[in-house]
């Protein structure tokens, strides 16, 4: 048996260079400034190279070549564990959670949840995302200044409540929503010492702790009500729809009041304050391109949502909101070329693949038509990742999308303030927002 030391350096050599930094001085970089610290780390050590962040992984090695992406997306997920590469989110998501689960229990989640999230069930939810939009527009005051962000994340998290969790009880709204913005605004260090039990009693992880229990105990009341209520069948919320997923046999038996409240808080962590931010970052693009925003117009009085979806994706390439997408291998295997050990997280850099020349000559023109005119290869475009863990709600977050788009420019003019210095990212947990809260002037559109 090899001596640890030795051992480690066997290990050691196993792993593409990367930075030599401490590790908790490279977690705590990745934490807080990943838009800055991984690209820095790829010009220096090319295409491939390794990252050592703990809780998250001890070792991490980053992809960002479409050939090398489609190798991972498409590899065997019981080699490939993406719920083992993503268990420190099951802190807040718990142990059920499609995010968080491999193998023949995601595939099982997967299929109860994806009936949820098909293409009828789409267009059932988008009236009534166009209503939330409308009624957010409403309290706009026009001829001002409109801190978007703040805006948009107030709109998906309705969107969230009303359409996803199907509360329509004002009381258990008033108490849900602020509890719920406590949770995606967790402050970062809850995420790096949620393993501690000493620290779970004090301060920040106390009170974060103590609301999470809060916001179940009112998930686990609603989806107790809406088992029993009268008009469950004539629902269309996705709680609701999931309540009428799997069958009382062996080969999908319906989802359990846990598994139900990981799938919602899930929903809610992989689809607020994310689409908010593209939805912020779209916005702000269309007012900085007075052209691009007549052609938005323009197919928002037409209905042609095929526009406004591209203008949706190529906010989302510009400025990319989740930064990557993980798998844990479970056997040592060969990637891009590289032998790598088991236990080794393996990443697919959203960020870097989204910023390489190779796949976009242009990359700083925010330019939407690339997606209508075939431009974009496979496996260069990637804010809901790939193969068979592609995000189950990458159709509704499109749609949530186009639709408050098209509400917002039927009603409004955009522009940017006068001065108004570029909008930069930051990091804020997992989701790229606009620093600055893409601020914003909105005039009635004569």
Partial sequence: MAAPDVRARDEAAAYPPGSRLPAIVQSILFQVDRQRFVPALARRYGDVFTLRIPPFADHAVIFSRPEHIKEIFAGNPRDLHAGEGNQILGYVMGQHSLLLTDEDEHARARRLLMPAFNGSALR???????EIAVAEIDR????????????MNALTLEVIIQVVFGVTDAQTRTELAPRLRQIVHMNPLVFLGSKST????????????????????????????????PDLAERTDVLSRLLHAGSDDDADPPLTDAELRDQLITLLLAGHETTASALSWALYEIAAHPDIQEAAFDAAHSGDDKYLEAV???????????????????????????????????????????????????????????????????????????????????????????????????????????????????????????????????TPRS
């Fill in 198 to 229: 000493l620290l779970g009693r004090i301060g920040p992880w106390k009170r974060f702790a103590d609301n999470l229990h809060a916001v179940d105990a009112l998930l686990y009341a609603e989806i107790a009500s809406r088992r029993h209520a």
């Fill in 140 to 151: 706009w005051t026009t001829d001002s200044t409109l801190m978007t962000l703040d805006r």
């Fill in 312 to 442: 949706m994706k190529e906010a989302m390439r510009l400025h990319v909101v989740i930064n990557g997408a993980n798998r844990k291998l479970t056997k040592d295997m060969t990637i891009g070329g590289r032998r790598l050990p088991a236990g080794t997280v393996v990443n697919t850099s959203i960020l870097l693949a989204h910023r390489s020349p190779d796949n976009y000559p242009d990359i700083a023109v925010f330019r939407p038509d690339r997606f209508l005119a075939g431009e974009v290869a496979p496996n260069t475009w990637l804010p809901f990742g790939g193969g068979v863990r592609r995000c189950i709600g990458a159709g509704f977050s499109l749609m949530e999308g186009t639709a408050v788009l098209r509400e917002i420019l039927v009603r409004l003019s955009l522009s940017l303030p006068d001065g108004a210095a570029p909008e930069r990212g930051k990091t804020r947990n997992i989701t790229t927002i606009p620093r600055g809260k893409a601020r914003l002037v909105i």
């Fill in 124 to 130: 059932a939810y988008r009236d009534l995302v166009a």
